[in-house]
């Protein structure tokens, strides 16, 4: 387990770096509830045009005839290999016996070395896609990385349309360009049966050298009312196609100076209470269908604890402090953050006593493991049956799955 510096008190308070929320907050919609404002002056963004935002699900569960093997399956977002499926694949099993209710399509097959893991053609895929539906007889929802530019898994050398980086259309400053850019991606993410998209990134770009966001194009920009006003128009063009997003990393990765894909990274003495302000704008406005943890450690929220394992930053903060009652989803729980300090059991359980709702592996960094969807969903299981996390807990998160899903099924 990595070192962490000694305890500070939690010093993230409402109203903190809030200068961008009440401009962005009446460009998205005035109708939604409104977010903490702030004491200082506004900054004008572009103006993001009308979405058609829906309030944050806050249902209550009512998941009494439901299995907690059910339950459990439906908190799984998991990656696997094939480019069509085959009776003998390992993710039939997960999906048939194991309930797995989120499948991660990937465009390469990192252990391997191979360039084909899940994507071959846009014809490829969408048969894939409605084979993994036919299999597992009920919703699954089928999720991939297509932010635009760098990062776009549906790329040219598959056969599908290029992007637009984040850091372009920031740069542009056209929401109506970005609201056209979102739509254009979600109609190719539709079309290939995938329905939840796992962005807008919205770090705010406050190290430009940043190896995993800056330096990759990621963030829209670094004024935290561009990047709320972008995002808001990418989610827009989404919503106007059927497709679901989510923003990404919570509470913030804009200035990390390593990438948590290798190890630790600490961001307490670089990050900024500002990196808030997007999330705040877009919760307050309506236009957050989910929510990514991190895995930066931030000692200024958690002395102890990276976001992604962090009851501080997604209970206390994220849901408490920000308002939001949607689905939390882990970055890959795989990544060298989480894989050097804790073993599976520990980040499975620290995770879901956090608040996440969805954890990811994408069973594609340095091993692949056919086992890994029975692994995980055994360990869950394991943690409910012993009592270390109540099936109270689990209910939770199947009903806030399950109010998500429900609006693109």
């Known amino acids: 387990m990595p070192e962490s510096p000694g305890p500070r008190r939690r010093e993230v308070l409402l109203g903190l770096g809030g200068a961008a929320l009440a401009a962005v907050l009446a460009a998205c919609g005035a109708d939604q509830r409104p977010a903490p404002s702030s004491a200082t002056p506004s900054r004008t963004p572009s103006a993001t045009p009308s979405a058609s935002p829906a309030p944050e699900p806050t249902p209550t569960p009512t998941v009494a005839d439901v299995d907690v093997e059910v339950m459990v399956g439906q908190m799984i977002l998991l990656g696997f290999r094939g480019t069509t499926l085959t009776p003998d694949a390992p993710v039939v099993a997960d999906l048939r016996d194991r309930h797995i209710g989120s499948l991660l399509i990937a465009a390469h097959d990192v252990p391997s070395g191979r360039p084909l893991r899940n994507i071959a053609s846009p014809a490829q895929l969408a048969a894939l896609s409605a084979a993994v539906q036919e299999t597992a007889g009920r919703p699954v929802l089928l999720a991939t990385d297509e932010e635009g530019g760098a990062v776009a898994r549906l790329g040219p050398e598959f056969g599908f349309p290029a992007t637009r980086s984040a850091a372009d259309l920031g740069a542009a400053g056209d929401v109506d360009a970005t609201r056209a850019a979102g739509a254009a991606i979600a109609r190719t993410l539709r079309d290939a049966g995938i329905r939840l998209n796992l962005a807008p990134v919205v770090d705010v770009d406050t190290n430009p050298s940043n190896p995993v966001i800056g330096a990759l194009g990621r963030s829209y920009s670094a004024d935290p009312a561009v990047v709320a006003a972008q995002a808001g128009a990418f989610v827009a063009g989404h919503r106007d196609t059927g497709v679901l997003t989510c923003l990404k990393h919570f509470p913030g990765h804009g200035s990390s100076t390593s990438d948590s894909h290798a190890g630790f990274v600490d961001v307490s003495s670089t990050w900024q209470p500002l990196e808030l302000d997007p999330y705040r704008s877009l919760i307050g406005a309506g236009l957050a269908d989910a929510v990514m943890a991190a895995h930066v450690f931030n000692d200024r929220i958690d002395p102890t604890y990276p976001a992604s394992l962090s009851s501080a930053t997604i209970t206390d903060l994220l849901r408490g402090e920000l308002g939001f009652g949607g689905v939390v989803i882990s970055d890959d729980l795989q990544m060298g953050a989480i894989t050097q300090g804790w073993g599976l059991t520990d980040a499975i359980r620290l995770s879901v006593l956090?608040?996440?709702?969805?954890?990811?592996?994408?069973?594609?960094?340095?091993?692949?493991?056919?086992?890994?969807?029975?692994?995980?969903?055994?360990?869950?299981?394991?943690?409910?049956?012993?009592?270390?996390?109540?099936?109270?807990?689990?209910?939770?998160?199947?009903?806030?799955?399950?109010?998500?899903?429900?609006?693109?099924?």
């Open 354 to 409: 956090a608040g996440t709702d969805i954890l990811t592996f994408s069973n594609n960094l340095d091993t692949y493991d056919p086992d890994l969807g029975r692994t995980v969903h055994t360990t869950l299981l394991d943690l409910v049956r012993s009592g270390v996390v109540s099936e109270d807990r689990i209910a939770e998160s199947y009903a806030r799955i399950t109010a998500l899903t429900a609006r693109v099924a």
